[in-house]
């Protein structure tokens, strides 16, 4: 196919020169049926025009460091296939809810400092001494939490949650469902730690229930569901303040 | 932040929402039809609460609202009220969560006890209205 070529119309924002986003069109030989977007970002950075950032790392959908919008839609650009939008041109964007550092770049601070904010550890009230053996777990144990582990940080929730995009005081959905995840765990104990957060008028009651952002999640993580078990948790600790686990 | 800091930290572009994003995704027009259905809903439980004040006052005060614009408005509130209904109802199986014999319950199952739960009340209440109005 060394004829077939697709357009990707990309987000450039210098701070320096531009006084808002713009976008900028290439067109670029689609020569093969499994480049993804990330394939043809990196073929732009390459054979075109190198001044284009944008982040990446893995290639794999493991990191998830290259979330764009790919039509309008929070997208892994390395699990966006251009099959599934050539012969129409391809608009990748910097993910929507945050500013913009340039081009397809944003900035995360925010994420980072809520992500920190629940503690996404495991709290132990004290350290048994190694003598003591590992932690043990039972499959049922770990199925409790096991999807919300799978979040990969790589914040296409937040770009699909409108609620987030009006107040960005509102903790989120990743944020959420990490919480969830150690609140979950047999071996964790941080849960009053965790819950002045997780409560708070801007934590989990901030939440209308959109659910997109499950919809988006390219690791099959629900935090729309963390966030609203959380809400009834939340409530059953007040309604019944004798019954929360420790 | 220190005023150097401030002058050498990167100018960012803040994101601003715009205001027709309701109408960029199915989804999103979607979820604002369900929370504006709301809004008429309350208009009529706040009309309920003035006929049960005229109710109060005796048989000889009490004129309910009868015109055919309010009786269209009533049909249309229960249609909200029922996409409302379902709409809450169909979301049960990812707010509940509990186990039996140490499984856990399928969201399905949830989901459709909801809706019988419903159904049974739904036929309870209607039974009373018809008994106590004959």
Redesign the interface.
């Known amino acids: 196919m060394p004829d077939k070529r697709i357009t990707i119309n990309a987000t450039r924002?210098d701070?320096?020169h531009d006084e808002?986003?713009r976008l900028q069109s290439y067109e670029i030989p689609f020569y093969d049926e499994s480049m993804v977007v990330l394939d043809a970002l990196n073929y732009i950075k390459s054979h075109v025009d190198g001044s284009l950032s944008y982040r990446w790392s893995c290639r794999m959908g493991i990191c998830g460091s290259c979330g764009m919008m790919v039509n309008?839609t929070p997208k892994l650009t390395c699990n966006a296939f251009l099959r599934d939008y050539w012969p129409r041109p391809v608009m990748v964007q910097p993910l929507?809810?945050?500013?913009?550092?340039?081009d397809l770049v944003i900035?995360m601070d925010d994420f980072m400092h809520k992500l920190k904010s629940i503690k996404p550890w495991i709290i132990r009230k004290q350290e048994m001494p190694l003598g003591a053996g590992e932690h043990r777990q039972t499959n049922?144990q770990i199925?409790d939490f096991r999807q919300f582990s799978e979040c990969i940080n790589c914040m296409l929730c937040y770009a699909a949650c409108?609620v987030y995009?009006?107040n960005?005081e509102f903790l989120g959905p990743a944020a959420t469902a990490l919480a969830r995840r150690y609140n979950l765990d047999s071996r964790d104990q941080g849960v009053k730690q965790r819950l002045p957060v997780l409560a708070d008028s801007e934590g989990v009651w901030e939440c209308?229930?959109?659910?997109?952002c499950s919809?988006v999640c390219p690791k099959g993580v629900?935090p729309?569901?963390a966030i609203?078990?959380t809400?009834?948790d939340t409530t059953m600790r007040f309604v019944l303040p004798y019954g929360t686990r420790e | 932040m220190s005023a150097t800091e401030a002058q050498s930290a990167?100018?960012?572009?803040?994101?601003r929402?715009p205001v027709n994003?309701?109408t960029?995704?199915r989804?999103?027009f979607w979820?604002i039809v369900r929370?504006f259905t709301a809004v008429p809903l309350a208009l009529w439980l706040l009309w309920l609460l003035v006929e049960i004040r005229r109710a109060g006052d005796g048989p000889a005060h009490y004129a309910p609202h009868s015109s055919l614009a309010f009786v269209v408005f009533s049909v249309i509130v229960l249609l909200f009220s029922l996409y409302h209904s379902f709409t809450f109802l169909s979301?049960a199986g990812?707010?509940?969560?509990f186990k039996l014999m140490?499984r856990?319950v399928s969201s399905n199952l949830i989901v459709l006890s909801q809706f019988a739960m419903w159904a049974v009340a739904s036929g309870v209440i209607g039974f009373f209205l018809v008994w106590l109005g004959r």
């Open positions: 924002y701070p320096e808002q986003p309008g929507n809810n945050f500013p913009i550092i340039r900035d049922e199925d409108p995009g009006l960005n209308s229930f959109v659910g997109e919809v629900d729309a569901k609203q078990q809400k009834l | 990167p100018r960012v572009y803040p994101w929402m994003w309701w960029r995704s989804h999103y979820y929370e979301l990812s707010i509940l969560h140490d856990p």
